[in-house]
């Protein structure tokens, strides 16, 4: 049932009256780094206690993930409701109760695929802080071609033995569980060979090993199988039919990375660019930089203009199809802009790189990592492909 305009008005009064009283001062600051947020887990790194705090009252009240039944440990809300709850907590800044991969991207997949057990145990998990996700996707040799992964899953009655290797597994050193595709049919096509396990990381034969990245700051791992016994009751879906649940869990990840729902925006680069260049008669006295921000400005409200139309259609029960690749490409080159501009901005101070003033260099890391962006969930040119075949029906060569 959709809400009326006086049942939406006086949801949205009681959210904002709850935020009010109810999101801590202290995280009402700009968001530095990944420790700022919540994460949850096992291995859950010291956070501050007005984090746990913000994380236990939405936790009580089904705010963690709010569309997601109770019984999963949501709050049962609608999707309009959950939407006013993320503008509201957008228009103050407010940080995501909890962080995870759980919510963003494994949850989506098992509310789909999995058994009402799995559903039982691991959404509640998921959604209590419990449990901390890593997925494992991308192989060495099986990036882009992610449909060309070698890890695989031997059937040994009643559990499967897995061997193989897993990269750019984000956060696997702090992880406690791993969505992982693996092989369980070699003997089929490669798109059809592959099933959706769910490992808990502190089995016997899992390890990992860190990545680095030109920024000096990493969170990323590669994570190894050595003989790994896996239940069969772990098993997300049909055996051999993984691919499907990829796909899905994908659009899912694309989302997340292009920031669709993203509660926290960014400064304005207009603001910054005030600030740091300084204006003359309330202008920009730079028209380079100007006009560059203007272009900047407008491609991101298209962007936030398409967003809010693709929500509302997803409302309307049509399929999404493959706009999530366009989003991610397009929100990931922006992310890239953005960066540009502020280190244009700085100027020769923007090279700093190791200093209590520019925060350990916490701006030219910035810069460096959102490379990476153009790179992880899909490449830039892959996207373009997808953009190319699947929105505007291009053929293929």
Same mark, same amino acid.
């Given at each position: ?47 501050? =206690? ?19 039944? $109770?019984?999963?440990? &949501?709050?049962?809300? +609608? ?9 509201? !907590?957008? $228009?103050?800044?407010? #940080? ?8 963003? !991207? ?13 559903? *039982? ?51 696997? =050193?702090?992880? =406690? ?21 769910? /490992?808990?990381?502190? +089995?016997?034969?899992?390890? +990992?090993?860190? /990545? $680095?990245? /030109? ?10 199988? =050595? ?10 879906? +049909?055996? &051999? ?12 990840? #694309? ?34 930089? #100007? ?13 936030? *203009? ?8 997803? $409302?309307?029960?049509?399929?999404? &199809? ?20 502020? *280190?244009e901005m700085e100027g020769f101070d923007g090279l700093e790189w190791e200093s209590e003033a520019s925060k350990n260099g916490a701006l030219p890391r910035e810069f460096l990592r959102t490379k990476a962006n153009t790179i992880e969930g899909g490449t830039s040119e892959v996207m373009l492909n997808i953009i190319s075949k699947r929105i505007l029906g291009l053929p293929s060569r």
């Open positions: 049932m959709i809400a009326t305009k006086t049942d939406v008005k006086t949801f949205r009064g009681e959210v904002t009256t709850w935020l009010e009283e109810n999101y801590p001062a202290s995280l009402r600051q700009p968001i530095s780094s990944y420790k700022d947020f919540f994460w949850g887990g096992r291995n859950q790194e010291d956070v501050t =206690d007005d984090l746990k705090l913000w994380f236990n009252r939405c936790y009580e009240k089904g705010w963690v993930v709010p569309h997601w039944e $109770k019984k999963y440990g &949501g709050g049962g809300l +609608t999707l309009k409701e959950n939407t006013i709850i993320a503008e509201e !907590m957008s $228009k103050i800044g407010a #940080r995501a109760p909890l962080q995870s991969f759980g919510v963003s !991207m494994l949850g989506p997949a098992l509310l789909k695929f999995g058994s009402e057990e799995q559903k *039982m145990k691991y959404l509640n998990e998921i959604t209590s802080g419990k449990i901390r996700w890593v997925q494992g996707y991308s192989e060495p040799g099986a990036g882009s071609d992610l449909a060309g992964l070698q890890t695989k899953a031997e059937d040994k009655g009643d559990h499967y033995l897995v061997n193989g290797q897993k990269i750019w597994t984000s956060f696997g =050193d702090k992880g =406690d569980w791993i969505f992982a595709l693996v092989r369980t049919h070699p003997d089929r096509p490669k798109h059809h060979g592959i099933s959706f396990l769910l /490992i808990d990381m502190a +089995t016997e034969g899992v390890s +990992t090993r860190p /990545i $680095k990245l /030109i920024s000096g700051v990493s969170v990323f791992t590669e994570t190894f199988f =050595d003989n790994v016994k896996v239940p069969k009751e772990n098993l997300v879906g +049909t055996e &051999g039919e993984g691919w499907t649940i990829a796909k899905y869990l994908l659009t899912h990840e #694309r989302q997340m990375i292009g920031g669709i729902g993203d509660a926290h925006k960014p400064t304005p680069l207009t603001q910054i660019a005030g600030e740091k260049v300084g204006l003359t008669n309330g202008i920009l006295s730079d028209t380079l930089l #100007r006009s560059k921000i203007m272009n900047f400005e407008m491609n991101e409200a298209l962007l936030e *203009m398409t967003i809010e139309r693709a929500i509302d259609e997803a $409302k309307a029960g049509n399929d999404a &199809g493959a706009l999530s690749s366009l989003f991610k490409y397009v929100a990931t080159e922006q992310n890239k802009t953005r960066y540009e501009l502020k *280190m």
